[in-house]
T-cell receptor, first 115, second 114 residues
Framework: GAGVSQSPSNKVTEKGKDVELRCDPISGHTALYWYRQSLGQGLEFLIYFQGNSAPDKSGLPSDRFSAERTGGSVSTLTIQRTQQEDSAVYLC?????????????FGNGTRLTVT | AQSVTQLGSHVSVSEGALVLLRCNYSSSVPPYLFWYVQYPNQGLQLLLK??????LVKGINGFEAEFKKSETSFHLTKPSAHMSDAAEYFCAVSDAEGAQKLVFGQGTRLTINP
């Protein structure tokens, strides 16, 4: 079946511009996660959705970052006024139910480069 | 809050040799534990998971991991490395508070020498 789909796969933007990253989770998965993977770093948690609500936004680095999820499905991560330090691979993952015994299924990520 | 430490950002072994990737977590409460693998230019794939059913967990591609509560460790092993095992490996533990997200280690890049 279809996995987690992220678009675009690559995005190059100029410093100061806004970007939107999209995630299509696996159909029926209620939980959706955004992580960031920087060069030489591990995965940094950004935000978690259960349905359309976000119980945990603790990982968003600043108020330039926001995310929403509509219809319990597609999610968009928006970065306003991008900075060079925002350059990273942004990973989306979904799971069937709230994490515990249900593993995360990851997309291939969006590689963001801020010039 | 949970934290995960992977000892060794790079590990290099010869083809056919034992693979040992180390992972330690911080919590005294046995959480859910996972190993994920990321092949070049691909997303993360689940390798195996520990959910308290058994301390020795077998995963895909011949990998296994042993949960040791007394050592707060969950090291990943494979008896005989194959060239196709070259990848980055991430240990992850569920957040102890409500188990709502995974906390990942920094990753270990495994290189296999012919």
């Amino acid at each position: 079946g279809a996995g987690v789909s992220q678009s675009p796969s690559n995005k190059v933007t100029e410093k100061g511009k806004d970007v939107e990253l999209r995630c299509d989770p696996i159909s029926g998965h209620t939980a959706l996660y955004w992580y960031r993977q920087s060069l030489g770093q591990g995965l940094e948690f950004l935000i978690y959705f259960q349905g359309n609500s976000a119980p945990d936004k603790s990982g968003l680095p600043s108020d330039r970052f926001s995310a929403e999820r509509t219809g319990g499905s597609v999610s968009t991560l928006t970065i306003q006024r991008t900075q060079q330090e925002d350059s990273a691979v942004y990973l989306c993952a979904s799971s069937l139910v709230q994490l515990g015994n249900s593993p995360l299924h990851f997309g291939n990520g969006t590689r963001l480069t801020v010039t | 809050a949970q934290s995960v430490t992977q000892l060794g950002s790079h590990v290099s072994v010869s083809e056919g040799a034992l693979v040992l990737l180390r992972c330690n977590y911080s919590s005294s409460v046995p959480p859910y534990l996972f190993w994920y693998v990321q092949y070049p230019n691909q997303g993360l794939q689940l390798l195996l998971k520990y959910t308290s059913a058994a301390t020795l967990v077998k995963g895909i591609n011949g990998f296994e991991a042993e949960f040791k509560k007394s050592e707060t460790s969950f090291h990943l092993t494979k008896p005989s490395a194959h060239m196709s095992d070259a990848a980055e490996y991430f240990c992850a533990v569920s957040d102890a508070e409500g188990a709502q997200k995974l906390v990942f280690g920094q990753g270990t890049r495994l290189t296999i020498n012919p």
